[in-house]
Nanobody
Framework: QVQLVESGGGVVQAGGSLRLSCAASGRPFSRYNMGWFRQAPGKEREFVAHMRWSDGSTYYADSVKGRFTISRDNAKNTAYLQMNSLKPEDTAVYYC??????????????????WGQGTQVTVSS
């Protein structure tokens, strides 16, 4: 079992930056594939980014590519999502997710076993 706790959300003006953190506990963090998803009001949860533990490779949704960066610090059992050049359309609850065995694209929420509670990000125009 893995427990995930997100933090770092808040209110920021358009063009600003935030760094989200996802603290993991319960199992060896280094062998988990990590993902970030978000859900805006009235919309379905959508993929944002993932990082595979095996080779550190990353993948981003087109909407955030070049602005967001996923990373991890295995010594701290923490994953991060650095968000720059934020836009009002980035407003959502952001969730981190983890899965030990990577199958498929890792771009769908059903491909993850563990989820955090979410952290709200609000970008004002």
């Amino acid at each position: 079992q893995v427990q995930l706790v997100e933090s770092g959300g808040g209110v920021v003006q358009a063009g600003g930056s935030l760094r989200l953190s996802c603290a993991a506990s319960g199992r060896p963090f280094s062998r988990y594939n990590m993902g970030w998803f978000r859900q805006a009001p009235g919309k379905e949860r959508e993929f944002v980014a993932h990082m595979r533990w095996s080779d550190g490779s990353t993948y981003y949704a087109d909407s955030v590519k070049g602005r967001f960066t996923i990373s991890r610090d295995n010594a701290k059992n923490t994953a991060y999502l650095q968000m720059n050049s934020l836009k009002p359309e980035d407003t959502a609850v952001y969730y981190c997710a983890a899965v030990s065995t990577a199958w498929g694209t890792l771009r769908n929420d059903y491909q993850y076993d563990y989820w955090g509670q979410g952290t709200q990000v609000t970008v004002s125009s």
